[in-house]
């Protein structure tokens, strides 16, 4: 597909095939915590921007009123789904229980993208809404972590029928009584009875309550667990690229069932799962029982049917050389790529696809020695020489930032400073192997033109996602397996994923919640291989199986585009801490 046609997807466009202007997106339109504070758009009316998420793994948000939110929901010029039959269809209950066998041998992708709300149905196939998780009439309770939360919007996903009924849990990181976030959301709270707000315990000066997660109990006595990329903001769910992991509906441990065996259950297993997955909720109960009630109901629920490897983070010092079950950010990655078949060629590679770049130090001595020593773990089943796998860190810069559909506006939820001495020698280490998120930049570096380019449709949609992938066969390009892949609120941060471990006491210290998924093709069956997906969960039946032929194949549904593009010489990140005097597609600049 050219440059030029992509934009041309949008569901509303000029003659430059970009969207029309609007004086705010909807995605920006509605009440959030934190409150707001001032950023001036040169020429343009200030806005009211909310709390920003820092580069250590937080986003800023843009409010207005409810009436205006209203009005921009409705459909744009008179086009809906239902008026365009030639649009594939899926069944979203059937895609809510978790990946499913859709053909012989070939399974759905286990991630799925949210839709994006100005984007043609084209590219929003298989995508999923919040209302599709959370409308079912059958949900009883819901447990929700996240940092950002908007309670008015969070209650509106849920069945009109049901949704003062619901039992809502608000888990949240604003510790500080006097805390302005902390106030708005008891405000919000306070006008639902059906609402309860917990505040995490948060040990570490530094640390956010950044997982994203949902927790829901049913009438019809199963429980599913729901991980995903989204603050709960009406942004976050409008125009920013997210992905979300379903589990199975779990069931009730039957009464017959036989109890668990004694021996260390299998890496990627729902027995192994629901330890870790327990062991992570009772690390809120260290000052004050706030998990509790879901532990306690929890444990009653078969995880069997559950095929991944929690990836989390909590907060405080953890020994790496004790015997504990879980192990905590890089370590669990670290301790589940063990049992994890890789290829070690020389042109495997993994991407790293984040929102947020913290402070990682003036050397790459934490990003090589650390978190890339964690990652490049796995059983080698390569023949030949073994090789480190090759990194590539994918983060958009100011020109893709300006032509994404929230313009500007989305550049407060992606973070990354240059400005000092220690972050521009950090730049320097991260540079050659920084890739373009949109791929079609007009000063990056040249593509290959003998590798066909996969389009995954989000280029406009900018960034919250947050994707780990190892491409196992060849460089990532769509002819390429994948080895593993995890979605995760982590970015790339040492509060996120723990510094490095003191030689003398074994400890390493993790300052934020995160939580993830990481799932590989051997979960599914037996010598199955992943492949990327693209506009779509599932890979078409004439698609080459690579190099196992007739192998089961288990599709990943990528958020952009292949193969990558890496920067040109010129090209830097952006930056939201500082001016970018260029106006975007809206006609606004960005003046810090």
């Known amino acids: 597909m050219e440059k030029d046609t992509k934009r041309l997807l949008l569901r509303t466009g000029n003659d430059e095939g970009r969207p029309h202007r609007r004086s705010s ?148 990181g604003f510790w500080k009584r006097e805390d302005s976030s902390r106030l708005q959301l008891q405000e919000q709270a306070s006008r639902h009875s059906n609402v309860t707000l917990h505040s995490a315990f948060m040990p570490e000066m530094f640390g956010t309550h950044h997982s994203k997660m949902m927790i829901l109990l049913r009438h019809d006595e199963t429980a599913q667990i729901v991980i995903h990329t989204a603050n709960m903001i009406v942004r976050d769910w409008t125009n920013m690229t997210q992905a979300v992991w379903l589990s199975p509906r779990l069931p009730l441990i039957a009464s017959t069932q036989p109890e668990g065996q004694d021996e260390e259950p299998r890496t990627g297993s729902g027995a192994k799962f629901k330890i870790d997955f327990l062991n992570y909720l009772r690390s809120y109960d260290t000052r004050q029982l706030t998990c509790k009630p879901i532990i306690d109901e929890l444990i009653k629920y078969d995880f069997s049917a559950i095929k991944g490897y929690l990836i989390a983070s909590v907060p405080g010092r953890h020994n790496v050389r004790d015997d504990s079950p879980t192990r905590w950010g890089w370590a669990a990655m670290k301790q589940a790529l063990r049992a994890v078949p890789v290829h070690a060629a020389a042109k495997s590679e993994i991407a790293i696809q984040i929102s947020s770049i913290a402070t990682l130090g003036p050397t790459d001595n934490w990003l090589k020695n650390t978190l890339f020593r964690a990652l490049s773990g796995g059983q080698d089943v390569s023949e030949g020489i073994q090789a480190s796998p090759g990194f590539k860190v994918i983060f958009p810069t100011a020109d893709e930032i300006r032509n994404s559909l929230d313009g500007y506006d989305s550049g407060g939820s992606i973070h990354t400073k240059i400005q000092s001495g220690q972050q521009a020698k950090q730049l320097q280490y991260l540079k050659p192997i920084f890739c373009h998120w949109a791929n079609d930049s007009v000063d990056g570096a040249e593509l290959n033109a003998t590798v066909p380019v996969q389009e995954a449709g989000r280029d406009r949609a900018a960034p919250h996602i947050k994707t780990f992938i190892r491409y196992g066969t060849k460089p990532a390009s769509s002819s390429s397996t994948i080895d593993w892949a995890l979605v995760t609120s982590a970015n790339l941060s040492k509060q996120a994923w723990g510094e490095a471990v003191n030689t003398t006491t074994g400890e390493m210290r993790i300052a934020s919640y995160e939580i993830g998924v990481l799932v590989w093709p051997a979960l599914f069956a037996e010598d199955a291989i992943m492949k990327p997906s693209f506009l779509k969960d599932t890979v078409n039946n004439n698609d080459d199986d690579g190099e196992k032929e007739g192998a089961p194949v288990v599709a990943l549904r990528l958020p952009y585009s292949l193969p990558l593009q890496a920067y040109g010489k010129s090209e830097i990140p952006w930056v939201a801490t500082a001016s970018h005097v260029l106006p975007d597609w809206k006609g606004e600049v960005w003046t810090e």
């Open 25 to 172: 997106p909807i995605s920006l339109t509605h009440p959030v915590s934190p409150p707001p504070k001032r950023r001036k758009l040169s020429e343009h009316p200030p806005r009211e921007i909310a709390g920003s998420e820092t580069a250590s793994d937080v986003a800023s948000e843009v409010t207005t009123s409810d009436e205006e939110e209203r009005e921009r929901q409705k459909p744009i010029s008179g086009e809906s789904e239902t008026q365009r039959p030639d649009i594939e269809k899926t069944d979203i209950s059937k895609k809510l229980e978790g990946p499913s066998l859709h053909s012989q041998g070939r399974f759905s992708s286990p991630f799925h993208l949210t839709k994006i709300r100005d984007l043609v149905p084209e590219l929003n196939i298989d995508a999923v809404t919040l209302e599709d998780i959370l409308g079912d009439p059958l949900i009883s309770e819901c447990w929700e972590f996240n940092y950002l939360h908007d309670i008015d919007f969070l209650l509106n996903a849920f069945d009109q029928d049901v949704r003062n009924l619901v039992k809502v849990h608000v888990i949240h």
